[in-house]
T-cell receptor, first 113, second 109 residues
Framework: KAGVTQTPRYLIKTRGQQVTLSCSPISGHRSVSWYQQTPGQGLQFLFEYFSETQRNKGNFPGRFSGRQFSNSRSEMNVSTLELGDSALYLC????????????FGSGTRLTVV | QKEVEQNSGPLSVPEGAIASLNCTYS??????FFWYRQYSGKSPELIMS????GDKEDGRFTAQLNKASQYVSLLIRDSQPSDSATYLCAVGGYQKVTFGTGTKLQVIP
């Protein structure tokens, strides 16, 4: 059974640009959550999508957005990149909402220069 | 107060010893509790989940939950050098799952 696929694995962008990250969850999983991981802050919740609807959002500025498609694949977008957006972005897949544990993708390492 | 608190470590234990990792949480209505292991440069991997008070054992791992004290722990018996990693405590409610910043465990051969 295929795992959670995140693309791209690495990304270098300049300040002010925008970026789109992609996540394909495990087949049959309908919930996708996104987290930002930095050395100082740990894993910070960005948002959760279930059945193409954003169900919850963390405390991030509006520059961070996302969506989920009918096949459960999800994308997140960051506009007007700032140096502080440099982080590992992790996608977490689960069968349904609630608390059954996540399977994480390998992440996208974003560097903003 | 952080929602989920862990000692950042590092926690150093000799090979073969018991490693004890602790976590406290602030939301009393939390319903689910998880431990993830994250090796350096890798993504987190779920190793234990626990939903009710008491102990849950899986191989060398035991998770312990005390909702009254808002406390979760993970015991690793017969620690191996391959257990050296950062262990993340995560607490779930209906709305979201919140992670602690992790405890780095070093198992010394």
């Amino acid at each position: 059974k295929a795992g959670v696929t995140q693309t791209p694995r690495y990304l270098i962008k300049t300040r002010g640009q925008q970026v789109t990250l992609s996540c394909s969850p495990i087949s049959g999983h309908r919930s996708v959550s996104w987290y930002q991981q930095t050395p100082g802050q740990g894993l910070q919740f960005l948002f959760e999508y279930f059945s193409e609807t954003q169900r919850n959002k963390g405390n991030f500025p509006g520059r961070f957005s996302g969506r989920q498609f009918s096949n459960s694949r999800s994308e997140m977008n960051v506009s007007t990149l700032e140096l502080g957006d440099s982080a590992l972005y992790l996608c977490a897949s689960s069968f349904t909402r609630g608390s059954y544990g996540y399977t994480f993708g390998s992440g996208t390492r974003l560097t903003v220069v | 107060q952080k929602e989920v608190e862990q000692n950042s470590g590092p926690l150093s234990v000799p090979e073969g010893a018991i490693a004890s990792l602790n976590c406290t949480y602030s939301d009393r209505v939390s319903q689910s509790f998880f431990w993830y292991r994250q090796y350096s440069g890798k993504s987190p991997e779920l190793i234990m989940s626990i939903y009710s008070n008491g102990d849950k054992e899986d191989g060398r791992f035991t998770a312990q939950l005390n909702k009254a004290s808002q406390y979760v722990s993970l015991l690793i018996r017969d620690s191996q050098p391959s257990d050296s990693a950062t262990y993340l405590c995560a607490v779930g409610g209906y709305q979201k799952v919140t992670f602690g910043t992790g405890t780095k465990l070093q198992v010394i051969p």
